[in-house]
């Protein structure tokens, strides 16, 4: 068997496979990259060639403009492209619409590179599968028992009740705008939820990119206020910088909302003014963390960014050969969790 470094090692620009001669999500530009998801920290733009999913591809193009690399080739779940010797197969990392772990498989060995990734069900994408492997390479964002969340159902419910306590208030719900807005309406509409969303311009072009690969959002309309409407009971979608921002102060008596893993920290939440922090995140939380370990049980884990330390303390008391990778660029900014 190879040394599975000599089949991926993490290089300046990120994880590099040197018999395929191509990087995964490369954090600068490459000749040919494999992109896992379209969250701008994985998807850069500016390289020769780049395999992705369908969805994954029409994330960039929208944020980039359709000539974001040189050339591209759309890979479905399941699918497997070969080169040099290199099979790469995307598998769902079930973290936002399009997301994918890239299987690769060379000389008799099997890697998995999973991304962005998380275990509980989401209405927006496809769910993660476990694929046996020789290395598994896991992010550890929420890599700390600290960091066990509730099910979004509960957290939900806390906003809908939210907004029937207080009529008179517009409910300004921060939530990331690729992945985590979609997800957040939904999770409204499966609750029940069925008057119009109001969201914010950033949020309206990934609404329609998602709509056209089939998810139904219901009655959305943009958030503008040029018809003397003051958003009084309504629910508005808005990126998580925005909410406290000049932009929050056209509605009726704001109360500020913020969908992410990182309002498990009650602290966080203070700090950024928000009234009703929703502990709703699309990574994986220690328990998904460690159960994925347990389902993929790898020759080896390879931790890439987050709370490596926890992980690996968690691997050694479980008979879990691990190691800390710490690449630089992946680090998730606080909506995107
Ligand atoms: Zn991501
Ligand atoms: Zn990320």
């Not at 490369?26 to 992705?52: L, M, N, Q």
């Amino acid at each position: 068997m190879p040394k599975p470094e000599s089949l991926l090692c993490p290089s300046p620009a990120g994880l590099y496979c040197p018999p395929g001669d191509f990087h995964i999500d490369p954090t600068r530009p490459v000749k040919r990259a494999v992109i896992t998801h379209g969250h701008s920290d994985h998807a850069r733009a500016g390289h020769g060639t780049v395999v992705a999913t369908p969805e994954t591809l029409a994330i960039m193009a929208s944020r980039y403009g359709e000539a974001f690399a040189g050339s591209t080739t759309a890979l479905n779940y399941g699918e497997t492209i070969s080169r040099d010797g290199v099979d790469v197969t995307f598998v769902p990392a079930g973290h936002i619409l399009g997301s994918a772990q890239a299987v690769i498989r060379a000389k008799g060995m099997t890697l998995v590179v999973s991304g962005d990734y998380k275990r509980r069900r989401d209405p927006t994408c496809a769910p993660f599968e476990p694929v046996k492997c020789d290395v598994f390479v896991s992010e550890a964002t929420f890599g700390l028992p600290v960091y066990c969340f509730a099910d979004d159902k509960d957290e939900i419910a806390r906003l809908l009740k939210s907004v029937a306590q207080f009529p008179e208030r517009t409910h300004l719900v921060g939530a990331y705008a690729l992945g985590k807005a979609q997800r957040v309406i939904l999770l409204l509409r499966e609750a029940g939820y069925d008057k119009t969303i109001y969201v914010h311009g950033a949020i309206e072009n990934l609404n329609t990119l998602y709509t056209r690969f089939g998810i139904n959002l219901g009655p959305i309309a943009p958030a503008t206020t040029d018809k003397k409407k003051d958003f009084a009971g309504a629910i508005v979608i808005a990126p998580p910088s925005d909410i406290g921002d000049r932009w929050a102060r056209r509605f009726a008596d704001p109360l500020p909302v913020f969908a992410s893993g990182w309002m498990r920290v009650r602290a966080r939440a203070r700090q950024r003014g928000v009234e009703l922090p929703l502990v709703i995140s699309d990574h994986a939380d220690w328990n998904e963390l460690t159960t994925t370990i347990k389902d993929v049980s790898p020759g080896e884990l390879w931790i890439t960014h987050g709370n490596e330390d926890a992980l690996l303390r968690w691997s050694a008391l479980n008979g879990q050969k691990a190691r800390a990778l710490s690449l630089v660029g992946y680090d998730e900014d606080e909506g995107e969790a």
